[in-house]
């Protein structure tokens, strides 16, 4: 199946689960990072529910925490 993952289309197998993507992909720290899947927003702790489809756009997300002046 063919998924759009962070801009560059990528050639994977069938029943692939996101949790499976992110260690395929390497992400670091995975635990703190957040994918969206066809922009809807969906935390770490769905990843292993989560079961990809073909043509399917994912983006990785890094919320970073700001400080004040």
Do not use: C, H, R, W
Not at 13 to 28: F, P, R, S
Not at 41 to 54: H, I, V, Y
Not at 56 to 64: G, P, T
Request: proline share 1%; hydrophobic share 40%.
């Amino acid at each position: 199946m063919k998924l759009i993952v962070k801009g560059e289309e990528k050639e994977y197998k069938e029943g692939l689960t996101l949790a499976q993507l992110v260690e395929l992909e390497k992400i670091e720290t995975p635990q703190y990072v957040t994918a969206s899947v066809n922009d809807e927003l969906l935390s770490a702790g769905e990843f292993e529910k989560t079961l990809l489809k073909d043509g399917d756009v994912l983006e990785f997300l890094y919320f970073m925490g700001g400080g004040g002046l």
